[in-house]
């Protein structure tokens, strides 16, 4: 059964900083990988969609990778902003499965 | 705009009064899926639905019921809540449901006394 983690579990950073956060997932037979921002009251907002023949996709101050084979993903986030303050969710798409396998998130608090 | 809408946001119910949580979609997407949301467990499937009239179970589907009689709805229906259905849950849709990227709705927060 596929395992999606996250590390790490809470991040605190001040304004302006680059940071990593990253997510491994125990099976590499995937159809994709999926990084959401999720606010209090907000849902889940769709940030970011890897297929597994890729290696990365970029938007905006926004970069994320796939390593399939090695089962581990990063988010990059540059120049962070007070306003990135969120969980950071990532999610695989198996195949023959036609759910989503979430990891338990990145709670970011980008400080002013 | 593009959006799956949830209805309630919020809801209190008692123990075994059926209710229902109304999902809806604007985006012509074959696949509509439900989530639940709880701590230290994540978020897991419920149901989900790959075109009219096709369902099927997720990882959680115990105590819930769901329809697909139009493309842009997918119910989520509990016939007789308890309280451990107490939790954050989640509408999503996609246009295929395997490789493409999937839109939430704001979520429905439900608890059962």
């Given at each position: ?36 921002r ?39 986030i540059?120049?962070?902003q ?13 195949t ?9 998130g ?7 | ?76 229906i509990l ?35």
């Amino acid at each position: 059964k596929q395992e999606v983690t996250q590390i790490p579990a809470a991040l605190s950073v001040p304004e302006g900083e680059n940071l990593v956060l990253n997510c491994s997932f125990t099976d590499s037979a995937i159809y994709n990988l999926q990084w959401f921002r999720q606010d209090p009251g907000k849902g889940l907002t769709s940030l970011l969609l890897i297929q597994s023949s890729q290696r990365e996709q970029t938007s905006g101050r926004l970069n994320a990778s796939l390593d399939k084979s090695s089962g581990r993903s990063t988010l990059y986030i540059a120049a962070s902003q007070p306003g990135d303050s969120a969980t950071y969710l990532c999610a695989v798409m198996d195949t023959g499965r036609r759910a989503l396998t979430f990891g338990s998130g990145t709670r970011l608090q980008v400080q002013p | 705009e593009a959006q799956v809408t949830q209805n309630p946001r919020y809801l209190i119910t008692v123990t075994g009064k059926k209710l229902t949580v109304t999902c809806s979609q604007n985006m012509n997407h074959e696949y509509m899926s439900w989530y639940r949301q709880d701590p230290g467990l994540g978020l897991r499937q419920i149901y989900y639905s790959m075109n009219v009239e096709v369902t099927d179970k997720g990882d959680v589907p115990e105590g819930y019921k769901v329809s697909r009689k139009e493309k842009r709805n997918f119910p989520l229906i509990l016939e007789s809540p308890s309280p451990n259905q107490t939790s954050l849950y989640f509408c999503a849709s996609s246009p295929d449901g395997w490789n493409t990227e999937a839109f939430f709705g704001q979520g429905t927060r439900l608890t059962v006394v």
